[in-house]
């Protein structure tokens, strides 16, 4: 610890090493690199997977490009959400305003796209010249006859997390609009789950099999119509609670739909929240409890003897992971317990005292729990702790291998389904890979781990 900046240490706590009271949910610190991403980008990543909606970007070129394609979110259909427009404001716009250039580009892009909805966020020089947003999405809503939306999303407000609530504004005045004559008494929303790599399908099919409708997955192969109906489910799953939970909650007291918080990661996780669902509705189908344990039973009797076999391999290994969603690092956690390895350390982007509190429950003694950690502090403690594979994002995959650690790619960019007990043996099997690969006994610092175990052997 003598090597972290001293007005960093409140945000480093040591599992099991007194009480934890981690300061959390405020802005990184100036001049040291965080790993968290500003207002604008929590914004857009929630909103982006709405993919028959048009998403502009009201500001410099930089912010779209910097969140171009940003989540690897499949669609079933329209692709719309995969292209980036911005009004790309100059120094002229800055000192005169943007506004007649934003009615200017809604105009044409409603015209040559015909989404459904249109999006358009607020970046950091938006909110400094005082553009009137709002007014300008009026406007063009009334002229246009679909919902144009605001998201106040100035990136200078706050954290990530300021951006995920200025999403679920927007997306709250979407919703009430919709016809639900066809909703199922037996129906959920899934909240929090951006389709990474299909993920949401393979979901959405276990809920097919319990005989559970989804009305609208928010936002992951989202649609515009979908959300519009959504009041008329049962019950809200949030899963990303970061992301989404504000809009649950928003939900709970205008329509009062209760909500329940899941991971779809992990063996345990994912049938615990598909087990919260069937008690949830077991009252209304009487059959759906038994349904959901031959899902789970049919699913494990495949999954289990895979994982014994990895196992043997991975048994004792040493993990590091640096999440952006803190619900990841607790299913996490689980699962490495399954494949034997030991979690040593473990950050988030937006964890809260409540989420962290709950990591020093489930972690080891000496678990390094990190809140909006920067490149230096991840580095000295996968070094201090002589990690074998390091779980993060893009941000983090360069830290892992300059310093010859196996990556796993837990994050947006992701290609590989590893939710759900498929996603589960997708990602042992990809843990497995990293950390056995060969290549590490070439590293320096693996390669000198070896020898020293070689000798100690011998000596012994």
Same mark, same amino acid.
């Given at each position: ?14 599992? !099991?090493?007194? =009480?934890?009271?981690? +300061?959390?949910? &405020?802005?990184?610190?100036? @001049?040291?690199? $965080?790993?968290?991403?500003? /207002? ?122 300021? !951006?995920?609530? =200025?999403?679920?504004? +927007?997306?709250? &005045?979407?919703?009430?609009? @919709?016809?639900? $004559?066809?909703?199922?008494? /037996? ?137 952006? @969603? ?6 996490? /956690? ?127």
């Amino acid at each position: 610890m003598s090597t972290i900046l001293e007005e960093r240490k409140d945000q480093i706590h040591l599992s !099991g090493q007194g =009480a934890i009271d981690i +300061a959390c949910n &405020r802005e990184s610190l100036a @001049g040291a690199v $965080s790993q968290r991403a500003c /207002v604008f980008c929590g914004s857009r990543v929630v909103l982006y997977p709405i993919a028959d909606a048009l998403h502009l970007v009201h500001g410099p070129i930089g912010c779209a490009v910097y969140t171009w394609d940003i989540r690897g979110a499949l669609s079933s259909g329209p692709e719309l959400h995969r292209l980036s427009f911005s009004t790309d404001l100059q120094e002229t716009d800055v000192i005169f305003g943007g506004e007649k250039k934003l009615e200017a580009a809604l105009d044409e892009l409603i015209d040559r796209h015909s989404p459904k909805a249109a999006f358009v966020y607020s970046t950091c020089i938006v909110g400094i010249i005082g553009d009137d947003v709002e007014a300008v999405c009026r406007k063009m809503s009334e002229k246009k006859g679909i919902p144009v939306l605001p998201v106040q999303s100035e990136g200078f407000k706050g954290s990530k997390r300021e !951006g995920y609530l =200025a999403a679920c504004k +927007a997306m709250f &005045r979407l919703i009430g609009g @919709g016809d639900t $004559s066809d909703v199922s008494p /037996v129906s959920v929303n899934i909240f929090g789950d951006f389709n990474l790599a299909g993920e949401i399908w393979i979901v959405r099919e276990y809920f097919r099999k319990m005989g559970v409708q989804v009305v609208a997955n928010v936002t992951g192969d989202g649609r515009v119509r979908d959300i519009a109906r959504c009041h008329g489910a049962a019950l809200n799953l949030v899963q990303c609670s970061g992301a989404t939970l504000d809009l649950a909650r928003m939900m709970e007291d205008k329509y009062d739909i209760p909500y329940e918080r899941v991971s779809y990661l992990g063996i345990e996780d994912m049938a615990d929240s598909l087990y919260k669902v069937a008690d949830f509705f077991k009252d209304r189908d009487p059959g759906i409890v038994e349904r959901t344990q031959a899902l789970v039973r049919e699913e494990l009797e495949a999954l289990m003897p895979e994982l014994a076999r990895m196992r043997r391999d991975l048994e004792g290994r040493k993990v590091a992971m640096y999440v952006g @969603g803190s619900f990841k690092a607790f299913s996490l /956690v689980k699962a490495f317990r399954h494949l034997g390895m030991q979690v040593v350390l473990v950050g988030s982007q937006t964890g809260t005292k409540e989420d962290y509190a709950e990591l020093e429950q489930i972690t080891d003694p000496g678990t390094v729990i990190i809140d909006d950690a920067n490149p230096l502090e991840l580095s000295h403690f996968i070094k201090e702790k002589d990690v074998d594979v390091f779980v993060g994002g893009v941000k983090e995959r360069p830290i892992a291998f300059k310093l010859g650690v196996g990556f796993c790619d837990h994050n947006h960019e992701r290609k590989e389904a590893l939710e759900g007990f498929e996603g589960m043996l997708n990602f042992a099997r990809e843990i497995h890979r990293s950390v056995m690969s060969p290549v590490w006994q070439f590293v320096p610092r693996r390669a000198n781990r070896a020898g020293r175990n070689r000798k100690e052997a011998v000596n012994e």
